[in-house]
Every structure is written in structure tokens, then in C-alpha cells.
């Protein structure tokens, strides 16, 4: 039993949490590479022209007509976020969800709306789908 609140407990198999994914990641033929998440993502290059530094400042990416500044993004799958993380037990599943996770890349920037000079600053970036599971849900 796992303690989960003041007075709710929930029963918590760990061995019966990761069958799922143990089946699931078993390989019918040595040359079959089987990839899978829970939370499925995609990574995509992309071009913004803006983004938000570590303390939530606006921010203009250096570009000109020869010069793009271009970043790798990781984001949930569509129809993924906010939904319940496969692969785990299905007592388990209505805790669980697939949240989008964050990281800072160094870019060439300034402030917006600001003649300033550009420097080098932390930019968000997505950098993938994770499961969360709070025993607190209802």
C-alpha cells in the first residue's frame, strides 16, 4: 500500500507498475529495434524569432538575410499532453500524465522592442514529454 493522503490509500504493485513496458520492450527478432515511450514526443529543428529567457523576459533572436539561429525542440506528440501515460498499470494510469518539459539553450539575442546590443542569453526551449503520476489526482 502506498500512502497517497490523509486517509486514502491506494495499492501499488511496483513489479505490476513496469509489466507493460517489459513486454512491451521485448524484442521478437535481434535485428527489430522497438522504441517506446510513454509519453511519445517528436524532435523538430526549428527557426524562432523569439523566445523567453530564465527569468520570463521577451526575448528577439539575432537573424539576418544570411543568418538564422536554428534549435532543436522535443515536444509531446499531438493528442499526448495533459492525457494518461501509457505503459503503466491500469490502476495506476488515472494518476499519470504526459507533461511537457523544459530546458535553456544558449542563443544570440536582445530584449524586445530594444535598440540595444544582442548578447549571448539562456532561451526556453521544449526538450520533452514526460510522465507524471500524483497520487493526489481525482
Known amino acids: 500500500m502506498t500512502d497517497v493522503g490523509d486517509d486514502e490509500k491506494v495499492d501499488v504493485d511496483v513489479r505490476a507498475v513496469f509489466s507493460n513496458y517489459e513486454v512491451m520492450s521485448k524484442r521478437e527478432e535481434p535485428s ?3 522504441h517506446v515511450e510513454c509519453c511519445p514526443s517528436v524532435t523538430r529543428r526549428v ?3 523569439g523566445g523567453i ?3 520570463g523576459t521577451l526575448l528577439e533572436l539575432y537573424r539576418d538575410r544570411s543568418t538564422v539561429q536554428r534549435l532543436f525542440q522535443t515536444t509531446c506528440r499531438p493528442g499526448v499532453l495533459d492525457r494518461p501515460c501509457s505503459l503503466l498499470e491500469p490502476s495506476i494510469q488515472p494518476f499519470s500524465r504526459c507533461v511537457q518539459k523544459y530546458s535553456y539553450v544558449y542563443a544570440f539575442v536582445r530584449d524586445v522592442n530594444v535598440t540595444g546590443h544582442y548578447r549571448m542569453d539562456y532561451v526556453k526551449v ?3 514529454c514526460s510522465c507524471e503520476v500524483d497520487f493526489t489526482l481525482n
Open 53 to 55: 529567457s530564465r527569468d
Open 32 to 34: 527489430m529495434n522497438l
Open 126 to 128: 521544449r526538450s520533452g
Open 47 to 49: 527557426q524562432p524569432s
